[in-house]
Nanobody
Framework: QVQLDESGGGLVQAGDSLRLSCVASGLTFSSYCMLWFRQAPGKERVFVAHIWRSGGSTYYADSVKGRSTISRDNTRNTAYLQMNSLKPEDTAVYYC????????????????WGKGTLVTVSS
């Protein structure tokens, strides 16, 4: 059974940093691209960041580019999202996802999802 477990969310102030983690089990982690999405209250789930299987290539949504870093440790089956200079508009539930096909940044292209971790940024 595949499981993705996110952690690291919480309540922070604008300008603070957070590191989200996503621990995967039940799959060959290094065979999957890993992505982060987020869903703000009342809005659709949107792409945030993507990292290739080996970790050698990353891609970011414009909304977080320059403030966030996605990384992975294939020895620990874990993906990370470091977020800096957080803004109130970053408030959302953050989801990690695993994709066997690495060419998609769409929710519909993901094979597995975590349950999410809530990030709340106060002004």
């Amino acid at each position: 059974q595949v499981q993705l477990d996110e952690s690291g969310g919480g309540l922070v102030q604008a300008g603070d940093s957070l590191r989200l983690s996503c621990v995967a089990s039940g799959l060959t982690f290094s065979s999957y691209c890993m992505l982060w999405f987020r869903q703000a209250p009342g809005k659709e789930r949107v792409f945030v960041a993507h990292i290739w299987r080996s970790g050698g290539s990353t891609y970011y949504a414009d909304s977080v580019k320059g403030r966030s870093t996605i990384s992975r440790d294939n020895t620990r089956n874990t993906a990370y999202l470091q977020m800096n200079s957080l803004k109130p508009e970053d408030t959302a539930v953050y989801y990690c996802a695993a994709a066997r096909y690495c060419g998609s940044y769409s929710s519909s292209g993901m094979n597995y999802w975590g349950k999410g971790t809530l990030v709340t940024v106060s002004s």
